[in-house]
């Protein structure tokens, strides 16, 4: 008896998922992090603008995979991602984007706000700018770390981590991550906190096998 053809097309469509699934490779585990430090105070200066402080984002970390090559249908990053300022904070506080990625800066508070950052990955000033109006989003096209601040609120502070790979996490509160997807082969994970603490692991990565990587903390 003779199978469908259709019968043997879904069964060679399974056999390539299957295939490929088994050939790539997860991380998983959990990067201890600092203590939530103490909420900033709005200076006096700002007492009469609407709206309270918000409180600003717990501490989190970016896991990523270095030495290992992207895909084989890996494309330039084209995407586009947010950081508001909202309560006077940044949110979120720190995002990781690939190398070309546009990130905007929309103003949620019904006061101005002023973004810029001296960082040697990326140097630019939007100027001050209200909620109804849109400054132009920014391309970051150099890999390394980009410290955001505000001219008018001196304790407003952000990240944007650029990395040139496109295997990379945000961890969530509690310090967990995982990363899927990955090549096989050995190579480095990091887990980068800030600027004073970042770690990294050697990690031997198995087709269809996910490796337990715990980071230590500070």
Not at 118 to 143: H, I, M
Request: aromatic content about 8%.
């Amino acid at each position: 008896m003779h199978m469908p053809a259709i019968a043997i097309a879904c069964a060679l469509l399974l056999g390539t998922l299957t295939v490929a699934a088994q050939g790539t490779a997860s991380a998983e585990g959990t990067v201890t992090l600092p203590k939530q430090s103490a909420q900033a105070q709005a200076a006096k200066r700002y007492a009469g603008q609407a709206g309270a402080l918000a409180a600003p984002e717990p501490p989190t970390a970016v896991v990523f995979l270095e030495g290992a090559p992207p895909p084989a249908d890996d494309k330039p990053a084209t995407n586009v991602v947010q950081v508001i300022q909202k309560g006077m904070q940044f949110g979120p506080g720190l995002i990781a984007v690939r190398k070309g990625t546009r990130v905007e800066f929309p103003n949620g508070d019904d006061f101005y706000h002023n973004v810029f950052s001296y960082s040697k990955a990326k140097r630019f000033d939007l100027g001050r700018f209200l909620k109804d109006e849109k400054p132009p989003a920014v391309t970051f096209d150099q890999p390394g770390v980009v410290k955001l601040y505000c001219e008018i609120h001196e304790h407003m502070r952000g990240t944007v981590v650029v990395l040139d790979t496109p295997y990379f996490v945000k961890t969530d509160t509690n310090g967990v991550f995982r990363l899927t997807g990955l090549p096989a082969g050995q190579f480095k994970l990091r887990a980068w906190l800030d600027d004073k603490i970042s770690y990294e692991q050697p990690v031997d990565l198995k087709p269809g096998a996910t490796a337990r990587v715990n980071f230590p903390g500070p």
